[in-house]
């Protein structure tokens, strides 16, 4: 019998019948199921198998110990990204500076925009507003000035022409306003630096013991302190102190090297 991730058994035959094209729906949930999928089912109950699949395939991710790795460092990686994966997928979602600028202009952008629309579709509401009453108080003066009518309408022309002129100069300078401020963020977007911050290459540190030239005999080495009864008279280190990295040893050792430098020196 073979069985799938959804854990209902079928046979060998069945199997390849049902599944020609590669997918399929599961003949008892329906569940789209893809042909390599199925397996060879190793328990009799159909619901233990899968069971232990799932729990196999969760082994082999969240689960995985030092002898699973090549290496102790894609060991200590691994711990590192279960460890931190809140912090990680945080990360990832936060901007940086200049994806930050980026949005911030953007929506400034959509703003001024939206601005503009709302300013141009209040001018034209009052615009047509405004011919309406212009027409009627034309019509009226028209009806009782005596005036001639050539008179009234020229004038009323040339005061349209004007007002049409007014309008395609203030429309002009919003649109090179527009441009300028397009242009400065262009230029200050190119000036950007979209690198990460530079890291100044050197010589990695190499620890090397100092050679202390003292001028009289030599030094005993720690061992032979330890070992040699040096310490015997020595006041034991308290337990805070040796937190600290000071041991009897220490003070041991700078006393015999006060009391034998330069003691050849003449």
Not at 126 to 151: W, Y
Not at 193 to 204: I, N
């Amino acid at each position: 019998m073979m069985i799938n991730e959804c854990g209902h058994p079928l046979c060998k035959n069945c199997v390849e019948n049902l599944f020609a094209r590669n997918s399929g729906n599961c003949h008892v949930c329906s569940r789209l199921l893809k042909k390599n999928g199925y397996r060879e089912q190793i328990f009799d109950d159909p619901l233990i198998d899968k069971e232990t699949a799932i729990r196999r395939r969760l082994r082999k991710i969240y689960n995985l110990k030092r002898d699973d790795f090549p290496t102790l460092r894609e060991f200590n990686d691994y711990q590192e990204r279960e460890k931190n994966k809140d912090t990680i997928e945080r990360n990832k979602r936060r901007l940086d500076e200049d994806q930050k600028w980026i949005e911030d202009n953007l929506r400034d952008e959509r703003a001024m925009k939206n601005r503009i629309n709302e300013v141009l579709a209040q001018e034209s509401k009052e615009n047509e507003n405004t011919a309406v009453t212009d027409t009627k108080a034309i019509m009226e003066e028209l009806r009782e000035s005596n005036v001639a009518a050539e008179i009234i309408l020229d004038r009323e022309r040339k005061r349209q022409i004007e007002k049409e002129l007014e309008e395609k100069e203030e429309q002009e300078k919003r649109k090179r306003i527009h441009k300028e401020l397009l242009q400065d963020r262009k230029r200050h977007a190119e000036s950007m630096s979209f690198t990460s911050t530079m890291r100044v290459a050197g010589r990695p540190y190499t620890h090397q013991p100092l050679d202390l030239v003292i001028n009289g005999p030599t030094l005993p080495s720690m061992k032979d302190i330890e070992t040699m009864g040096y310490l015997t008279h020595m006041k034991a280190a308290s337990a805070g102190r040796v937190a600290g990295g000071y041991t009897s040893s220490l003070g041991c050792m700078r006393a015999i090297f006060e009391s034998r430098v330069d003691l050849l020196a003449f």
